[in-house]
């Protein structure tokens, strides 16, 4: 069993940054893929990014490439989210999730409570 806790959402102007966080418990987190994913109210939750177990290949989705890098730090058991030039449309909870099933757009076994992140225009 894993449990993943993120952090660092919160309420940022459009143009912003904000880094979210994701900390995993149990000593197996260098053997999972880890993914972030999104959820705007009304909305179905959409992939936003992943990355390898060893980190030397990450994800994107084309809304977020280029604006948004994941990093993962095994030592800590925490995986990133940098999330730059923040658009309103950005505004949503985001979710952590852990060992992905088939590839990394999901399905994965492990996902943690979310954080909020909205941003204003």
């Known amino acids: 069993q894993v449990q993943l806790v993120e952090s660092g959402g919160g309420l940022v102007q459009a143009g912003g940054s904000l880094r979210l966080s994701c900390a995993a418990s149990g000593r197996t987190f260098s053997m999972y893929g880890m993914g972030w994913f999104r959820q705007a109210p009304g909305k179905e939750r959409e992939f936003v990014s992943a990355i390898s177990r060893r980190g030397g290949n990450t994800y994107y989705a084309d809304s977020v490439k280029g604006r948004f890098t994941i990093s993962r730090d095994n030592a800590k058991n925490t995986v990133y989210l940098q999330m730059n030039s923040l658009k309103p449309e950005d505004t949503a909870v985001y979710y952590c999730?852990?060992?992905?099933?088939?590839?990394?757009?999901?399905?994965?076994?492990?996902w943690g409570q979310g954080t909020q992140v909205t941003v204003s225009s």
């Open positions: 999730a852990a060992n992905w099933v088939a590839g990394p757009t999901g399905p994965y076994n492990y």
